[in-house]
């Protein structure tokens, strides 16, 4: 799987505030989430339904990295 520029992608280092802001402006549900050791290479995928979960968890997305966040989503689906 590879990017393309129609695709918005963020780094796993990223804020999840920053993930939010880039959903809301460039009108996408999803967006590719990039390894940081790896540049180019695709980790995974955050939706705009793992943001509203952290904000009703009560997380301050300006605290939360985009790894953490997925870290979230893994522990959940083993469940």
């Given amino acids: 799987m590879t990017a ?4 918005p992608v963020v780094n796993l280092n990223d804020h999840v505030a920053a993930a939010a802001y880039l959903m809301k402006h460039a009108d996408a549900s999803v967006l590719v ?5 790896w540049p180019g290479r695709p980790t995974g995928i955050i939706t705009k339904a793992d943001i509203a979960r ?13 790894r953490d966040l997925l870290l979230g989503v893994s522990r ?3 469940r």
């Fill in 54 to 66: 952290a904000v009703a968890a009560g997380e301050d997305l300006n605290d939360v990295r985009i």
């Fill in 33 to 37: 989430v990039l390894d940081g050791q």
């Fill in 76 to 78: 959940r689906s083993v």
């Fill in 4 to 7: 393309s520029a129609s695709t």
